[in-house]
């Protein structure tokens, strides 16, 4: 993990209460921002090894959105292409709804 990485998460563990120096500091190492279910969120995308098969990949999108005091962590994934699986990810993505 990057020192960078652990410096952010470290930082907001301790200053989570002050949400603006949270999402400076997300800003800063360049991380994404996207509205889903109605909410803006914090995404962090990546691929990874599929577990079933060492040779296919996984694409990975991780979406952290705040509610107050709390977090909604959603992960999506799915086979990197994978045509099917691609359009049900982008179908679940759209309806999700987060009040």
């Given at each position: 993990m990057s020192p960078k990485l652990v410096w952010l998460f470290l930082d907001l563990i301790r200053v989570w209460s002050a949400p603006f120096l949270v999402w400076q500091n997300v800003l800063a190492l360049g991380h994404s921002f996207e509205l889903i279910?109605?909410?803006?969120?914090?995404?962090?995308?990546?691929?990874?090894?599929?577990?079933?098969?060492?040779?296919?990949?996984?694409?990975?999108?991780?979406?952290?959105?705040?509610?107050?005091?709390?977090?909604v962590l959603l992960t999506l994934s799915c086979l990197e292409g994978d045509i099917p699986a691609i359009g049900w990810y982008r179908r679940l993505k759209s309806s999700i709804r987060i009040r």
């Open positions: 279910g109605g909410q803006l969120a914090q995404v962090i995308s990546y691929g990874r090894t599929a577990w079933a098969n060492s040779g296919e990949t996984m694409r990975v999108q991780q979406y952290h959105v705040p509610m107050g005091a709390d977090m």
